[in-house]
């Protein structure tokens, strides 16, 4: 018996001994917590603060961008008998070119987004009720001589310049087409806006050739790409004084030489001859009244004439 109580007892001490053997070692964390929240910090770098740059209300790009499809409702624009009609081919290339310009950050507004008829002066009126925005009027041409073709862009104030020449300068460039030129002229809707306005001219029509063209989805889109390329580069036109002559070698799109017909009637933009021809007959009629009322009535009714008829 006092055998078993030897060997009970030695494997009892032999067990504590093996738990003492294995046991971990006393935790040392906290003084190396204690160690670390004694030791210095680091000296956080400093992050550069960025200035807000105020850029002069004058040089500030326009962010608003409002677009007028021409004609539209029962205005289909063009010439009689005219197969393409004017105001759906004006109306889709002026929503491509507005998804464009929206991809780009821009605002757009349009003076129709449907085939509606809008009246020139709402049309302005909207224009004008924007401040810090440009105008683009899309247009496609048409005359009764088919051979007539090409691109042309036109504006009025001295401030429409730089925009009319970014935006031909692309539309012209990537269009199979002749360049007809950027041209000053009275429309309506561009000696009466108050910011920067241009009409493009998207090609004839009444033209074979530039007809198909303009009947292809693929042709449409590449307008859209081009008008909205001028519309972003405007600011990078060459100024012609030679106070800014180094910035003009360093500008990518030169400015464009135009042509002025504000006291011009181009007998390619005519919508009909025969109203002209009315114009002209009343006038010779004229010729029977007093020679002192004669010349200016006359070419009172020939102003008139051409007006109505340069403003689409």
Do not use: W
């Amino acid at each position: 018996m006092r055998k078993y109580f030897c060997l009970f007892s030695l494997t009892i001490a032999g067990s504590f001994v093996a738990m003492d053997s294995f046991a971990l070692p006393a935790p040392s964390s906290l003084d190396a917590r204690e160690r670390r929240a004694i030791a210095p910090r680091a000296t956080p770098t400093p992050r550069p603060q960025t200035r807000t740059v105020v850029v002069p209300e004058g040089s500030r790009p326009s962010t608003t961008i409002v677009i007028d499809a021409g004609h539209g409702g029962f205005d289909r624009g063009g010439i009689p008998r005219q197969r393409v009609p004017e105001s759906m081919m004006n109306l889709d290339v002026a929503q491509r070119l507005k998804a464009v310009l929206q991809a780009y950050g821009y605002r757009v507004v349009m003076t129709r987004d449907s085939d509606v008829f809008i009246p020139l002066g709402t049309r302005v009126a909207i224009a004008n009720s924007y401040r810090d925005a440009i105008f683009v009027c899309v247009h496609f041409n048409a005359t009764p001589r088919s051979s007539a073709s090409g691109i042309e862009t036109y504006f009025y104030s001295s401030d429409s310049l730089s925009l009319a020449s970014a935006i031909h300068y692309y539309v012209a460039g990537g269009a199979p087409s002749a360049n007809r030129g950027v041209r000053r002229r009275g429309f309506y809707v561009l000696r009466n806006t108050r910011i920067p306005a241009v009409l493009v001219e998207c090609g004839f029509l009444t033209n074979p050739n530039e007809a198909q063209y303009a009947q292809s989805v693929a042709y449409r889109q590449k307008l859209a790409e081009e008008i909205a390329r001028g519309v972003r580069e405007r600011s990078m036109v060459a100024s012609s004084s030679s106070a800014n002559r180094l910035a003009a070698n360093t500008a990518t799109v030169p400015l464009q030489p135009f042509i002025d017909q504000t006291h011009y009637h181009d007998p390619d933009l005519a919508r009909s001859k025969h109203k002209h021809s009315k114009s002209s007959s009343k006038s010779t009629s004229s010729k029977h009244r007093k020679s002192s009322d004669s010349p200016k009535k006359s070419s009172t009714k020939k102003k008139k004439s051409t007006r109505a008829q340069t403003e689409d």
